[in-house]
């Protein structure tokens, strides 16, 4: 079955440093790939997709490479501010494959001090 | 986009009790699924709402225990029934048209005593 797995957090950086999170899948299909952020007290909010390979998502200076040769998603940001304080989800549905139901990794927690 | 409203934003509930959830979106959508967020977890899903028939349910829950209803394309409901306190968590419903992004409701924070 699809599967999706992240880096474990929590991460904690300072403002103005580099952010990766990483995220590989599993599916049988062709997925789409999403990163959602969920800030506190919140609920989901879409940040970044892509739906074939080597294409790339970005938002809020955030960015994701669909990589279907390594099968990874990798979330990045060149500078973080306090802001980006939250847990970030990857997520993959295979609507190719019937289905476009969201499968979620576990979260990372993204802490960012001034 | 679509936007998604949820009600009610959160509860408190005793153990036995029922409580129904109402998701509302501002537009048409094929697709409204119904997860679950555990404290401190990530989101798993429940169930797919399907307009005018029964709900597809995931491995793990079962229409007796999380009923669903979606009489149209723009609102669903998903209730929680007999609720003990393993059942506090997070609702969260989502919708979209296939082949296209998901949205999601601002969930409903629901806490069992």
């Known amino acids: 079955g699809n599967s999706v797995t992240q880096m474990e957090g929590p991460v904690t950086l300072s403002e103005e440093a580099f952010l990766t999170i990483n995220c590989t899948y599993t599916?049988?299909?062709?997925?789409?790939l999403f990163w959602y952020v969920q800030y506190p007290g919140e609920g989901l909010q879409l940040l970044l997709k892509?739906?074939?390979?080597?294409d790339k998502g970005s938002n809020k200076g955030f960015e994701a490479t669909y990589r279907k040769e390594t099968t990874s998603f990798h979330l990045e940001k060149g500078s973080v501010q306090v802001s980006d304080s939250a847990v970030y989800f990857c997520?993959?549905?295979?609507?190719?494959?019937?289905?476009?139901?969201?499968?979620f990794g576990k979260g990372t927690k993204l802490t960012v001090n001034p | 986009s679509a936007v998604i409203s949820q009600k009610p934003s959160r509860d408190i509930c005793q153990r036995g009790t029922s409580l129904t959830i109402q998701c509302q979106v501002d537009?048409?959508?094929?697709?409204m699924f119904w997860y679950r967020q555990q404290p401190g977890q990530s989101l798993t899903l429940i169930a797919t709402?399907?307009?005018?028939?029964?709900?597809?349910?995931e491995s793990g829950f079962v229409i007796d225990k999380f009923p669903i209803s979606r009489p149209n394309l723009t609102f669903s409901t998903l209730t929680v029934s007999n609720m003990s306190p393993e059942d506090s968590s997070i609702y969260l419903c989502?919708?979209?048209?296939?082949?296209?992004?998901?949205?999601f409701g601002p969930g409903t924070r629901l806490l069992v005593l």
């Open positions: 892509a739906t074939k390979a080597d």
């Open positions: 989502s919708g979209g048209r296939a082949q296209e992004t998901q949205y």
């Open positions: 997520a993959l549905s295979d609507p190719q494959g019937g289905s476009e139901k969201l499968v």
């Open positions: 537009s048409q959508v094929t697709m």
């Open positions: 599916a049988t299909g062709y997925p789409s």
């Open positions: 709402a399907n307009q005018g028939s029964e709900a597809t349910y």
